[in-house]
């Protein structure tokens, strides 16, 4: 099985940015806790701030992967880009929030991208990228 985690904008500073809210992990960390808990999964990452280069890595591999867990970041709430690319995508994507986006602001209580998404995760932290690997290994 493959899968690929894919980041979007601010989320190359995790561990750095709002630990009160994301915490005091990096994703390298994450990364590695989830190799060792799925060694049978080849699990690769990619991360840009760029809405563009998500949408041309998620074209890149959404033919032949098997799962792709998506964190949009602040692109989850404004990029109908990324909703109409994850549809056209035969790989099933989850979408997945670090934090509980809707107890936070209003403007992140709506996903643009979740109406092509398998399904969501939101609010467990980092663990959060282990349930959207649980998920697709389910389906």
């Known amino acids: 099985m493959k899968i690929i985690i894919i980041n979007g904008p601010n989320l190359n500073l995790l561990g750095t940015r709002e630990p009160g809210i994301y915490g005091n992990r990096n994703m390298d960390d994450c990364?590695?806790?989830?190799?060792?808990?799925?060694?049978?999964?080849?699990?690769?990452y990619f991360q840009?701030?760029?809405e563009g280069e998500l949408i041309d890595k998620m074209q890149e591999v959404g033919f032949a992967y098997d799962g792709i867990v998506l964190?949009?970041?602040?692109?989850?709430?404004?990029?109908v880009a990324l909703l109409d690319c994850?549809?056209?995508?035969?790989t099933p994507v989850v979408e997945v929030h670090i934090s509980n986006v809707h107890a936070r602001e209003e403007f992140r209580n709506h996903s643009m991208i979740s109406a092509g998404c398998k399904g969501v995760i939101?609010?467990?932290?980092?663990?959060?990228?282990?349930?959207?690997?649980?998920?697709l290994k389910l389906d």
């Open 31 to 44: 990364l590695n806790d989830l190799r060792k808990a799925f060694p049978d999964i080849d699990i690769e």
């Open 48 to 50: 840009s701030n760029h």
């Open 71 to 79: 964190n949009a970041g602040a692109y989850t709430h404004t990029s």
């Open 86 to 90: 994850i549809r056209s995508l035969k």
């Open 122 to 135: 939101a609010g467990f932290g980092l663990d959060s990228y282990r349930l959207a690997i649980e998920a």
